[in-house]
């Protein structure tokens, strides 16, 4: 993908390490039965800030959620809220609110009685009860429909009532587990976008975001947990992790980005070192996000959109040979093969197609003039 489609709202915290905990998860694992879904996560969410959990399906997301909830009970580990330990306590009573990927809306009940529940069965008095519903279907935009049933609304109205429902009780922990991936396309881009203005409006509730979608991620969390396999791969500030991915699974999973097969050509020691690595037949600086030896094989991270397309031949660039080109309405991907070693696939995002060659053809491919972040080879993709 391009930079990120939808901008992310201004956030209380931009990319600081949490201050103040409103969540604490400490060493958590989860297991059903033999499958252990859940391994050693250590996370904090401080007091206003947004955290994506964010990676493929069975990764180990909503487990973690669900134990932040209290739905299920750890094999080992702890959750704190705002400091007080919960890792026992039932779910109605961690005052956390709630929101799953089906809505899970009763549906004998009106949408304002829905939206009261919580607050019904924490005995907030009628009138008070009256001047939240309002307020949270308010919030929600969907003041006008309190007497409707849930069967009477579209999914994306369900799930706006869903999170009016988790918002009624004034939650200083917001929990959403795929709220957007039963909508279709539009709706989810709508809800996205009311999403980031609620957050504007919740200066001081923590957010913990599941979700396997990289838009949602990078539109709304200040910081992305990157899973994988029960455990906890990478955790950043959401610029930083997608502008300096530390890893080549993060850097595929976190937009679309090629890995160039590169070799490290002196000793670096440090992230931040300048090096120099061997590409094809090209030899550029690269931005290391870690120590690498000479020789050491690696991956040069480049997203499509910041390579460009040549004559071919030229020098300073890696000869390939078109493939596909694929229009997808702002710009047209290319894919195309690198000569030589190993053939790689890579992908180029162009505006227009003057300086590009008709398919089957060759073309040169330049490489950002800005050095690309190099990772370690072989910690899978
Ligand atoms: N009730 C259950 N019983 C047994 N295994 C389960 C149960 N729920 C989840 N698992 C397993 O635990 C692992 C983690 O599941 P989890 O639902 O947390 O993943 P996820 O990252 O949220 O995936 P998805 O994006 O598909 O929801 C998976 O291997 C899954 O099959």
Redesign the pocket.
Known sequence: MTAPAIERTASAVASAAPTESAIGIQDLTVR??S?T??EGLTLEVARGETVALL??????????LKAVAGFLRPASGRITLAGRDVTYEPPNKRGIGVVVQNYALFPHMRVADNVAFGLRARRVSRAEVGRRVTEALDMVGMAGYARRYPRELSGGQQQRVAIARALAIRPPVLLLD?PLSALDATLRADLLGELQRLRGELPDVAIMY?T?DQTEALALADRIAV?RD?RLVDLDATDRLYRRPPSEFTASFLGAANLLDARVLADCTAADDAVRVAVGGLTVAADPTGAFAEGARALLVARPHTLAVTEVDRADTLPARLVATQWRGADYRLTCVLEGDGEREIRIDVTDLAAVPALGERLGVALPAEPCVLVPAGAGG
């Open positions: 059903y039965g499958v879904a859940l990676g493929p399906s069975g990764s180990g997301k909503s487990t973690a795929e599941v396997h899973m029960a």
